[in-house]
């Protein structure tokens, strides 16, 4: 934690405040130099005992501790000749190359070093030097342990003890070459948090018209500001996906960090927990214990659904350990005046959207329904009250649903004589049941993106059962609902036009009982399919100019709010589109 420190303040608060670890290529490589060292733990022998012999020995994986510095530390390898003992270091990059051509090791490898010099004195062993091993280049770096690493080790320490008790994080690098290859940089977001700093309020509508603006161009900001190409430093998508289990009746078990989904105790497929991110549950479905055991410890979440698609809960890891933002959020969740600025941004984005999803997918966008949304937005913006925005949202999403019909644009073929037979028509929206095929898969759309961002919010460290513009109710996520406004229309809705436009829905994937509507197991499938097809959509992000998929999109925006809270950032930029 020491080396992360002086590293970078901020990946230090990250990992060892709030618990967070992510694998990249450097940190698998890293694992995979670290495991000739750690296949053995070694006993060191006192000191009294070490200087009795002259013989060279090596002691490998030595874990060793200092009261009086309060510092413990695993030693890769220990190199003595029975008088001096000198830690070697395992790393997998190279030596950093001093201006007259000569290697040394980097400064955050040096701090880690002389505090396994200093845990060895402490313990009354001599250690004069130590050595980096840097297995890139296969080459042995040899530093001095003197007094100036020493001091500046100590002061180290001193500091990062400081902020691991604070509450405050550091701020993020500013165009940092250290930021591309950091593990953390999707959680971090050094880059997309200066530049959301530097941004006006997203409430006003000149920052929703610089959403309009193309995103690679230089355009004005504010004053002083100035738009400029954005590194994209998190990955455009996830390798990981998702696992649905639909079927009622399926039994999961685990051997070996591998799902085993069986059906009447025939294995049906097998899952490895390294290609998923979720496991979502359908019905009647069971886990063994050792199946849920092995998915918490591998930090994925478990979704349950009823059979109709009603979303139950979660069952998770430990998640993140850091209470600061959660209580930050308690904290703004009791001042109106900020909840109402919030939740103004937000019924605005989803009213721009919704009108965006008219302007691109109507057969012919109707003019006056565009103009009264545009209308109130504007009126969202300004709204005295969480209740008179409530009623602004309503009405927006009346004008919106009356011509949700021009958006399908397939012919039903269905015989209308037969009056059992499903069609893909749209008067109103309707929900508790849903009565008919399109609000089914409306409501199955709106369950799933409320699961995924509860999800997003318990993985950055929110409590997604405290909003601020939704109110908390029994059975809810009020955060989830608050952040997912904006998507329903971007990617719940267009989820669902996709999948009747382009006939992956068909009318015999529905089933009615009494006046409810619901989908067939395979109508889910399929419509899962879809809606994955969705969040793995690439977008341009209107703030920060890369493509990245949507699923990517809901992460970041719920980490910017998490800037917000912890007044990082003044603002919270809503995503729309053009």
Known sequence: MVNEYVYCPRLFYYEHVEGIFVHNLETIEGSQVHSRVDKKEDELPPAGELLETDRPAKMRSVTLSSDKYGIIAKLDLLETDGSTVTPVDYKRGEPCKADDGSLDAWPADRAQLAVQALILRDNGYVCEEAIVYYAKTKQRVRLTIDEKLVAETLAAIDASRKLASGSVIPPPLEDSPKCPRCSLVGVCLPDETRRATSCRSPISSSQLTLFELDATKTADLGEGSTREELRRLVPSRDDLRPLYLNQPG??????????????????????????ICQVNLFGSIQLTTQAIQAICQAE???????????????????????????????????????????????????????????????????????????????????????????????????????????????????????????????????????????????????????????????????????????????????????????????????????????????????????????????????????????????????????????????????????????????????????
């Not at 039994?251 to 390294?274: A, E, T």
């Not at 012919?411 to 893909?424: G, I, L, N, P, V």
Request: with cysteine.
């Open 300 to 578: 994925i979440p478990i979704a349950y659904f009823s059979m109709g698609g009603w979303f139950y809960g979660v069952t998770q890891g430990l998640g993140v350990k850091n209470i600061y933002l959660r209580r930050e959020q308690f904290r703004w969740a009791d001042i109106p005046s900020f909840c109402l600025r919030l939740a103004r941004a937000l019924v605005a984005g989803k009213i721009k959207n919704q009108r965006t999803m008219l302007q691109r997918n109507h057969v012919e966008p109707p003019k006056v329904a565009l103009a009264h949304m545009k209308c109130m937005q504007e009126d969202a913006e300004k709204a005295s009250s969480l209740e008179s925005l409530l009623g602004i949202e309503g009405n927006a999403a009346r004008v919106y649903f009356q011509n949700f019909q021009g958006m399908i644009k397939i012919d039903d073929e269905t015989d209308a004589e037969d009056a059992k037979a499903f069609r893909f028509h749209f008067e109103t929206r309707n929900r508790r049941p849903p009565r008919d095929p399109i609000n089914a898969l409306l409501s199955l759309a709106y369950s799933m993106l409320a699961k995924d961002l509860t999800i997003i919010c318990h993985t950055v460290g929110f409590d997604p059962y405290l909003g601020f513009y939704h109110q908390p109710r029994y059975g809810r996520a009020p955060l989830a609902l608050d952040l997912m406004e904006p998507f329903r229309a971007l990617i719940a809705d267009s989820a669902v036009l996709s999948a009747i436009n382009t006939r992956m829905i068909q009318p015999n994937h529905f089933i009615r009982a009494g006046n409810a509507v619901a989908l067939t197991p395979d109508g889910r499938k399929a419509f899962f399919r879809a809606y994955e097809q969705r969040m793995d959509t690439l977008v341009t992000h209107p703030l920060f100019g890369y493509r990245v998929n949507y699923r990517r999109i809901l992460e970041i925006q719920c980490r910017l709010l998490a800037r917000v809270l912890t007044g990082e950032i003044n603002n919270y930029p809503v995503f729309v589109t053009r």
């Open 250 to 275: 399926l039994y999961v078990g685990c051997s070996s960090k591998v799902l085993q989904v069986k059906d009447k105790k025939k294995v049906i497929q097998q899952v490895r927990l390294g290609e």
